[in-house]
């Protein structure tokens, strides 16, 4: 069965720090994978998916995802944090044969300035 | 451009009582589904639809019952609610079943 572990609920970084989102994944093939953010009171909006292909995946607001096989990782980053990324992510794996994604727990991000 | 439209926002429901979440896409989908988030647990699956006149049920279906109406709507009801059906639930559709890629906005639902 499909699984998803964010080991981290809360995440601090300072605005304009480096940020890795951690994720990893149960799944017998190649998966689909996915990254979405959610802010309070609002529905998820998806940042990145991995189907195949380039491991390397970038995404809107300037977020990028590394798809590590050998890991079954696919972490979140991006190079310099704003105020307003401050949100709840959360990853999820689907399959290419199956029919619904199976959400991480999610993690919390937290900007100080 | 609208995306995922759901109705109610907010609803505060009896123990017993009944009502239908409402959900419409303007995008063209074919799959649309239901998803509760509780807190600590991410997002799970109640119900999809893979298509028009299909329904199938997820992975927290107890409880629940739905309607796809046509293509562009899929409504989730519940007949009796109880206080475990305190959460929030969103509607997604997606343009095949490997993901659901497009999320409205969420009914915030308590059941007293």
């Known amino acids: 069965a499909q699984s998803v572990t964010q080991p981290d609920i809360h995440i601090t970084v300072s605005e304009g720090a480096s940020l890795e989102l951690r994720c990893n994944y149960s799944?017998?093939?190649?998966?689909?994978l996915f990254w979405y953010v959610q802010s309070p009171g609002q529905g998820l909006q998806l940042l990145l998916k991995?189907?195949?292909?380039?491991?390397l995946v970038q995404g809107i607001k300037g977020f990028e995802a590394e798809f590590k096989r050998s890991q079954s990782s696919f972490n979140l980053r991006k190079p310099s944090v704003h105020w307003s990324d401050a949100a709840e992510y959360f990853c999820a794996v689907g399959s290419p044969y199956g029919n619904k994604l199976v959400f991480g727990a999610g993690t919390i991000l937290r900007v100080k300035s | 451009n609208a995306g995922v439209t759901q109705t109610p926002k907010f609803q505060v429901l009896k123990t017993g009582q009944s009502m239908t979440l409402q959900c419409a896409q303007d995008m063209n989908h074919n799959s649309m589904y239901w998803y509760r988030q509780d807190p600590g647990m991410g997002l799970r699956l109640i119900y999809y639809s893979a298509s028009e006149g299909t329904t199938d049920k997820g992975e927290v279906p107890n409880g629940y019952n739905v309607s796809r109406l046509n293509k562009r709507e899929f409504s989730l009801r519940l007949e009796s609610a109880a206080p475990s059906q305190t959460s929030v639930y969103f509607c997604?559709?997606?343009?095949?079943?490997?993901?659901?890629?497009?999320f409205g906005a969420g009914t915030r639902l308590s059941v007293l």
């Open positions: 991995y189907f195949s292909g380039d491991t």
């Open positions: 997604a559709s997606s343009e095949g079943l490997a993901g659901a890629g497009y």
């Open positions: 799944y017998g093939a190649t998966p689909y």
